[in-house]
């Protein structure tokens, strides 16, 4: 090809690079920069008398990098991976992103009450925060003891502040409820500052909703 033809790849690619630089969506500038790389390749390969090998291996090397993001990123939009019975509770923590919800539910533990459980017991830290699906959770705080209906986390109090908990709670057969180890949940929020904007949210809507019905954070 001659340098004016071959130089239609540089132009192109400069022209996606720029409109990736331009959107806000990780998913589509990726997909941009990847569509960008791939141009210079071709221009690395056919402008000169002798292929750019350096240029090209390092650009290959990127563009495999940037596809292997930009699955993650597309895999992290779908709903691929989430289980029928896991449905509703995905439902009840929107707008998080499927692929946030699957990291929370590989470090979870989901129950189904067939005796009285005791989750938290006032003045005692708890290890794990709770998120009741279904039932009724009975909580006692300063002697004074009612009931307050799913959907409720229970424990969030604890974590958010890194204090013990404020109430003893009990659940009764029949009652759904998933559980969370403090410190694994903590360590994966850690990890993920995006998911940890997402579900401190959620902890927060849970207490605006208790207090506003007039109940206490347990």
Do not use: C
């Not at 402008?47 to 750019?52: D, M, Q, V």
């Not at 090209?56 to 993001?69: D, F, K, L, Q, T």
Request: hydrophobic share 50%; aromatic share 12%.
């Amino acid at each position: 090809m001659s340098f004016l033809d071959a130089s239609v790849f540089v132009h192109l690619a400069a022209a996606a690079y720029v409109a990736g630089y331009l959107i806000r969506d990780q998913l589509w500038l990726r997909l941009l920069l990847f569509v960008g790389t791939i141009l210079y390749i071709f221009y690395y390969w056919l402008e000169p008398e002798t292929p750019l090998w350096d240029a090209i291996i390092w650009s290959v090397v990127m563009a495999v990098a940037n596809a292997w993001v930009m699955i993650e990123l597309a895999h992290d939009r779908v709903g691929f991976g989430i289980h029928a019975s896991q449905r509703a509770l995905y439902d009840r923590f929107a707008p998080m992103s499927p692929g946030d919800f699957r990291r929370l539910t590989r470090v979870a533990q989901f129950h189904e009450v067939d005796a009285e459980t005791v989750l938290t017991r006032e003045g005692v830290r708890p290890t794990h925060l709770y998120f009741v699906t279904e039932g009724v959770i009975e909580i006692e705080k300063n002697g004074v003891t009612f009931t307050i209906e799913a959907p409720a986390f229970i424990g969030e109090v604890s974590l958010l502040t890194d204090t013990v908990a404020s109430a003893t709670t009990r659940v009764w057969p029949g009652v759904r409820y998933v559980s969370w180890e403090q410190g694994a949940l903590t360590a994966l929020l850690g990890r993920r500052p995006v998911l940890r904007q997402r579900f401190d949210t959620l902890l927060n809507v849970d207490l605006a909703r208790k207090v506003g019905a007039g109940t206490r954070p347990a």
